[in-house]
């Protein structure tokens, strides 16, 4: 009966990642016209990014065993840039992250430009790809990541730097608090649980499962200024966890991994 239930969930994942392919295909073509016809006078590009989020949540809304949490909102101050910092679980916190509905431009592997559809839009958005190997690839982080909050465009990064393997929070690099305090920006610190258990085996895909996002409360300027950058990776860092722990505290059962220091 076990075997049964595999082979089901294989064939469905099969049809849903045909299905997922398919329309992303057809709905990137959109996306390239909304830029052709935006990029010249949205200098932020923020028409693109909005029918970004609208593509991504086209994925959650059309299957209704996705129900997402979502909690926070309102913390978020639209007319201020942040430098977004976030859990990171698995693929699918790209989609899920979208439904903050606010404007940002992702940090992200510059391995994903090679995507198909996925690094395409990565790379119209103006995201900022670094590479993880490479000595500069934060002063890169950096570098741009400036241009865009003076711009005033938010900044979303995965501190962690890699997906969690076993869905907890792991330690965080400096490089995103480093950023904000050379750019007096705020901090927006997110937690999402939920979207690793998506995919519980590989190819395998649940049309069933929980998502939470949680917006917790901005550290704003003042805060980042008069903090060490190793104090405010730390206490984030922390603060991230120790929210996820609470979303998920089977995921911390029996760990005899070392807390933060």
């Not at 895909?205 to 190793?230: C, M």
């Not at 104090?231 to 120790?242: A, F, P, S, Y």
Request: aromatic share 10%.
């Amino acid at each position: 009966m076990k075997g049964a239930k595999h082979i089901l969930m294989l064939i469905v994942s099969i049809f849903l990642w045909l299905f997922v392919a398919i329309t992303a295909f057809l709905l990137f073509l959109i996306d390239f016209v909304v830029w052709l016809l935006t990029f010249w006078w949205d200098r932020r590009l923020k028409l693109l990014h909005k029918y970004s989020s609208v593509w991504a949540m086209f994925y959650i809304w059309i299957n209704p065993g996705w129900r997402i949490k979502v909690s926070g909102l309102e913390k978020i101050d639209k007319s201020k840039s942040y430098v977004i910092v976030c859990n990171h679980q698995s693929a699918f916190d790209i989609v899920l992250l979208y439904r903050l509905f606010t404007h940002f431009k992702w940090v992200a592997k510059k391995e994903l430009a090679k995507v198909p559809v996925i690094g395409w839009n990565l790379i119209l958005n103006n995201s900022i790809l670094i590479d993880r190997a490479s000595a500069v690839s934060t002063k890169k982080m950096i570098s741009n990541g400036l241009k865009h909050l003076k711009g005033g465009s938010s900044v979303l990064v995965f501190p962690e730097g890699t997906r969690t393997k076993d869905g907890q929070v792991k330690r965080f690099k400096e490089g995103a608090f480093l950023l904000a305090k050379q750019a007096n920006s705020p901090i927006l610190p997110v937690v999402i649980e939920g979207s690793k258990d998506i995919f519980p085996k590989p190819g395998i895909v649940k049309l069933r499962q929980d998502l939470t996002l949680k917006v917790l409360d901005p550290v704003e300027v003042e805060e980042v200024l008069s903090t060490s950058v190793p104090d405010l990776t730390k206490r984030l860092n922390q603060l991230i966890m120790e929210e996820h722990k609470k979303l998920a505290p089977e995921k911390y059962m029996n760990s005899d991994n070392k807390q933060v220091k």
